[in-house]
């Protein structure tokens, strides 16, 4: 965000595009050093070819010090950019913070998250079951990502088709840690057929399929 009081921009883009947001600004006191609390707008970069440039502007403010953190650690950059470039082994994710100090005085930190998004996976599927009538199907999916970020959105679908839960005897859960269960109590023979999930992120999409057959 612009701060006229102080002259100072914040902004990022990628190598090739702009990202779909800038930087915040949080101002805070001398005595503070970058946190973990002062993380205000996530940015990713999609895969190890593609970087992050993060760029703190000074304005017209004279004899200023630039400082980039990455955890809290300093940088060897006191630069206004500084260019991140996404690894998949996550050596370059994390927490940066650049501060702007003049003398003594710590004018403004500004801070973001880098990482990358990554494919996601299926730690647990379905399974072909036959059931008899009158029981209850009970179906659990666990979907990841190995930074555990932008998790997978599961949807169900049953015969190829988006599945319909508005039954009663139907409940469906999806909760933020990436698990979804399906259930249906009093089975009949109606409920019969290929059961599917499919879990979408920013990088790929999954899916896993189960054949269900109720006598």
Same mark, same amino acid.
């Given at each position: 965000?612009?701060?006229?009081?102080?002259?100072f921009?914040?902004?990022?883009?990628?190598?090739d595009?702009?990202?779909?947001?800038?930087?915040?600004?949080?101002?805070?006191?001398?005595?503070?050093?970058?946190?973990?609390?002062?993380?205000?707008?996530?940015?990713?970069t999609?895969?190890?070819?593609?970087?992050?440039?993060?760029?703190?502007?000074?304005?017209?403010?004279?004899?200023?010090?630039?400082?980039?953190?990455?955890?809290?650690?300093?940088?060897?950059?006191?630069?206004?950019?500084?260019?991140?470039?996404?690894?998949?082994?996550?050596?370059?994710?994390?927490?940066?913070?650049?501060?702007?100090?003049?003398?003594?005085?710590?004018?403004?930190?500004?801070?973001?998250?880098v990482? @990358?998004r990554? &494919?996601?996976t299926l730690?647990?599927? *379905?399974?072909?079951?036959?059931? +008899? %009538? !009158?029981? /209850?199907?009970?179906?659990?999916?666990?979907?990841?990502?190995?930074?555990?970020?932008?998790?997978?959105?599961?949807?169900?679908?049953?015969?190829?088709?988006?599945?319909?839960?508005?039954?009663?005897?139907?409940? @469906?859960?999806? &909760?933020?840690?990436?698990?979804?269960? *399906?259930?249906?109590?009093?089975? +009949? %023979? !109606?409920? /019969?057929?290929?059961?599917?999930v499919?879990g979408?992120?920013?990088?790929?999409?999954?899916?896993?399929?189960?054949?269900?057959?109720?006598?």
């Amino acid at each position: 965000d612009d701060q006229s009081s102080t002259g100072f921009r914040c902004s990022a883009t990628t190598l090739d595009e702009s990202v779909d947001s800038q930087l915040h600004t949080v101002v805070l006191t001398s005595e503070m050093l970058p946190a973990d609390n002062s993380i205000l707008q996530p940015l990713y970069t999609t895969s190890s070819s593609e970087s992050v440039q993060l760029s703190c502007y000074s304005g017209d403010i004279d004899n200023i010090t630039i400082e980039w953190f990455k955890d809290a650690v300093l940088l060897p950059n006191s630069s206004q950019n500084l260019t991140v470039t996404g690894t998949n082994d996550g050596s370059t994710w994390g927490h940066y913070c650049c501060r702007i100090s003049r003398n003594i005085t710590v004018l403004d930190t500004r801070c973001t998250i880098v990482t @990358v998004r990554l &494919n996601g996976t299926l730690d647990l599927s *379905l399974m072909n079951t036959a059931i +008899t %009538t !009158e029981q /209850s199907l009970f179906f659990i999916v666990i979907s990841s990502t190995t930074n555990n970020i932008d998790l997978p959105i599961m949807n169900w679908y049953r015969n190829g088709a988006i599945y319909n839960t508005s039954d009663s005897r139907i409940s @469906v859960i999806q &909760n933020a840690s990436g698990l979804t269960t *399906l259930e249906i109590k009093n089975l +009949t %023979t !109606e409920d /019969s057929g290929v059961y599917e999930v499919i879990g979408t992120n920013y990088a790929s999409s999954v899916r896993t399929m189960a054949e269900v057959l109720v006598v």
